[in-house]
């Protein structure tokens, strides 16, 4: 059977009644820096198509948009726009919150001393035992400390029931990971037990996520925030990528001082997901709220296919998004699972018998009642033959009688 490839402007899902990822790649962009950009896809009713994606311009997100902002072609064929809406507060979010709070987290270690006399600056504590910094000196906070006010904060802005958040934090090992919840004042303590210590290592921390959401429905991605060099992974950023992407989600990745840039942006990249990156800590809750409200911006649009057939195996679909002076206009390609055309050749079937049993049933009832109506004609041709035989002796009979008499 032929692998079945849907062409579209960002991407589709197609599902009968199999809870299954369809996998995407890329995003679309128009040169009036719009973007149409792919978040996840969720499991859906064939021939209804469903795509989520997140609408940008300038990295910033558009609200407000219906259907009447777009429309839908399948192989030129107009489709049926059902609806377009904002659904993050109709289906579930979740999120792993992936936190480094490796000993660069700590920030610059001078700055705890008085240049003038060498000694700590006063307000400051060690922990004699683990190094750990656990007081500041008045006006001076440590990444680690706004960190955890921006990931607080960032918590907070999740008021549904339905959205979960998990919380992953790591230096040379991943040392908490947290169920997912709903519950703020749990998730928020995770956060403020994290103190700056020893190596990091970002990808084994961010590949744990990642599959600790295998099995979890609605919208899943990942934000993650370091500061740092991965030096302590047990695993490549192609691998995380892989990972990510045949689960369908995104990578948020945060980079903070002397992070690994290149590394960020590839695995966000790669992913499909966003890269954002700072040298002030003070800035990080502004970057946590734009990744907030970007969340909150996703949308669902929903056609009608009109293509049943598993024979055509190729789908050329064009999603056109335009809005005053927006717009968007691009194709994409994603192979159909196997499922879904499975199934689609099992319909077939199904009607193919279904109407070869018709036929059957239509020649015997043909056939029956042309059988029938002779039947018919020849037993009533027999009944006016004998009729008119046995007429003649009776009259011959009442002649003879008469005659007689």
């Known amino acids: 059977m032929k692998q079945t490839i849907f062409t579209l ?48 311009k300038d990295n910033v997100p558009i609200f407000g948009l219906d259907k009447s902002h777009f429309t839908v072609h399948e192989d030129s064929l107009p489709c049926d726009v059902i609806r377009v809406q904002e659904i993050s507060n109709d289906v579930p979010i979740h999120i792993a919150l992936v936190i ?12 705890l001393y008085d240049m003038n006399t060498g000694q700590l600056k006063a307000g400051v504590v060690i922990d004699p035992g683990t190094g750990v910094v656990t007081s500041y000196p008045d006006g001076l906070t440590s990444p680690m400390e706004n960190a955890k006010r921006a990931v607080n904060s960032f918590i907070d802005q999740f008021e549904s029931d339905n959205d979960s958040i998990s919380i992953i934090g790591f230096a040379s090992e991943v040392d908490i990971h947290t169920d997912f919840s709903t519950d703020h004042e749990y998730l928020k303590s995770n ?34 925030l370091t500061d740092g060099l991965d030096n302590s992974s047990n695993i490549s950023g192609n691998q995380l990528i892989k990972n990510a992407t045949d689960l369908d989600i995104p990578l948020y990745c945060i980079g903070l001082g002397n992070a690994d840039t290149t590394l960020l942006e590839f695995v966000s990249n790669g992913s499909n997901g966003s890269f954002y990156y700072t040298d002030d800590d003070e800035s990080l809750t502004e970057i946590y709220g734009l990744i907030q409200k970007r969340i909150k911006s996703i949308y669902e649009l929903r056609y009608t296919s009109n293509n049943l057939s598993s024979v055509d195996s190729i789908r050329n679909i064009k999603i056109h998004f335009e809005r005053a002076l927006d717009y968007s206009s691009a194709d994409l390609s994603f192979a159909l699972p196997d499922e879904v055309v499975n199934y689609l050749a099992t319909r077939e079937e199904k009607i193919r018998l279904q109407f070869i049993a018709d036929q059957k049933r239509n020649n015997v009832i043909k056939y029956g009642s042309a059988s029938l109506l002779i039947t018919v004609l020849l037993g009533s041709v027999y009944i006016v033959r004998v009729r008119r035989r046995k007429k003649s002796p009776v009259k011959n009979v009442w002649k003879t009688f008469k005659g007689k008499k």
């Open 9 to 56: 402007m960002f991407l589709t899902l197609v599902n009968s009644t199999w809870a299954q990822t369809i996998h995407r790649q890329g995003s679309i962009s128009a040169s009036n820096n719009v973007e149409l950009k792919v978040v996840t896809l969720l499991p859906d009713s064939f021939p209804k198509v469903s795509v989520v994606f997140e609408a940008l």
């Open 100 to 111: 480094d709070h490796s000993g660069s987290m700590m920030g610059d270690y001078m700055d």
């Open 191 to 224: 956060v403020d037990s994290m103190h700056p210590t020893t190596s990091t290592a970002l990808l084994t921390a961010m590949n744990e996520a990642v599959l600790s959401m295998k099995d979890i429905e609605g919208i899943r991605l990942v934000v993650a």
